[in-house]
């Protein structure tokens, strides 16, 4: 520890260039992760609020939503054996507001169910971020597809499909405007998988999070990023150590020939890693947080305190990887001929 924290005096600069390095891959990690996430929430709060259980789709629609018809004796079956179950259908929309400007939104309807908001026919619930935009309780909204009118009724927060606001209404409205009888999905809460029909397809919620079109291009896409600068950040550790032992062989002789053990130098190089690890941590957790509290309303940037508490001990690990892989040289090290190199 001592002789780790008296090299790090010695060469103040090559190891705050270093944690400077890993201060901004860090910070642009848990930028990026924020904004998987946010973007995450975007697109499918509605799904990914509900708690764990199993979904149903129709095996004809080949894990497309919208061409999903669940057969009513088929539903009637499974709602009566789970009192918990619900059956609900999604399809995308607009509703015009009393200035006759159009608003995109999902419309969503579902037997009923405390995990989804109740409505009666000609009423609405709608995502909060509609109330942003000017929508208020009471107001009366218009669809090409509705002959009457939606009166808001209230706002739900964070209800969010495919990146537009939830608009929750009654199953006649739904079916007068979709010419659809049939649900499209069935919903069980819980971890067991109950006897389906041959003509569902069960889908854990993640894997439904997976049918949802683009989510899983999306998240595949910031997720390989966010693990490339991960592997970018133990590639530095790798090659910073690397080099730093390069230079240091005759040093490593010596202190092998007095006495010191491999074991003791490793101790050394991981404190050093430990530390700057640490404190680029510390610095790129708190701008990232602040940047996570300040960020716009309209900013899908979602930063959580475990997904933060996840990266960092990632962090540790790749760092703590890539200096132990830098240093198996030090173990070959021999005293007589590491000094008759001479320290360079």
């Known amino acids: 520890m001592n002789m780790a924290w008296k090299e790090m005096k010695k060469n103040k600069m090559r190891f705050m260039i270093l944690g400077s390095i890993v201060f901004l891959v860090s910070l642009l990690t848990f930028i990026i992760s924020g904004l998987a996430n946010g973007l995450s929430q975007d697109n499918a709060a509605l799904i990914k609020d509900l708690p764990d259980g ?19 004796d088929v539903q009637g079956k ?22 006759e400007k159009q608003q995109s939104v999902a419309f969503v309807t579902s037997t009923e169910s405390q995990l989804f908001e ?53 199953t006649e409205d739904y079916r007068e405007m979709y010419r659809a009888t049939e649900m499209q999905l069935i919903f069980v809460p819980g971890k067991d998988s109950p006897d389906a029909a041959k003509e569902l397809e069960v889908f854990t919620k993640k894997e439904f999070l997976n049918t949802i079109s683009s989510y899983k291009a999306e998240q595949t896409s ?15 550790f790798g090659i910073f150590f690397y080099l730093m032992n390069v230079q240091k062989m005759g040093l490593y002789g010596i202190l092998k020939a007095i006495g010191v053990k491999t074991r003791t130098l490793f101790k050394m190089m ?10 680029a941590l510390m610095i790129s957790i708190t701008l990232s947080q602040v940047l996570n509290m300040l960020a716009p309303k309209d900013m899908p940037f979602h930063l959580t305190l475990e997904t933060t508490r996840q990266l960092s001990i990632v962090f540790f690990m790749i760092g703590f990887i890539g200096s132990t892989i830098s240093g198996i040289q030090i173990k070959k090290v021999e005293p007589l001929h590491a000094i008759q190199r001479g320290e360079v």
């Open 118 to 170: 109740n409505v009666q026919k000609g009423e609405v619930v709608l995502d909060q971020s509609m109330q942003d935009k000017g929508i208020q309780v009471g107001d009366s909204l218009t669809s090409n597809q509705y002959s009457g009118k939606f009166i808001v009724k209230g706002f739900s927060d964070q209800k969010k499909f495919s990146h537009a606001p939830v608009a929750f209404i009654n």
């Open 78 to 99: 499974l709602l009566n054996k789970h009192k918990e179950a619900v059956a609900f259908s999604i399809q995308m929309g607009f509703l015009n507001d009393e200035d």
């Open 222 to 236: 910031l997720n390989m990023i966010v693990w490339f600068l991960v592997v970018i950040s133990g590639m530095l």
């Open 270 to 279: 991981w404190t050093q890693m430990i530390f700057i690890t640490g404190m």
């Open 54 to 72: 199993q979904f149903y789709m129709s095996t004809e629609a080949e894990q497309t939503i919208n061409l999903s018809k669940i057969d009513t």
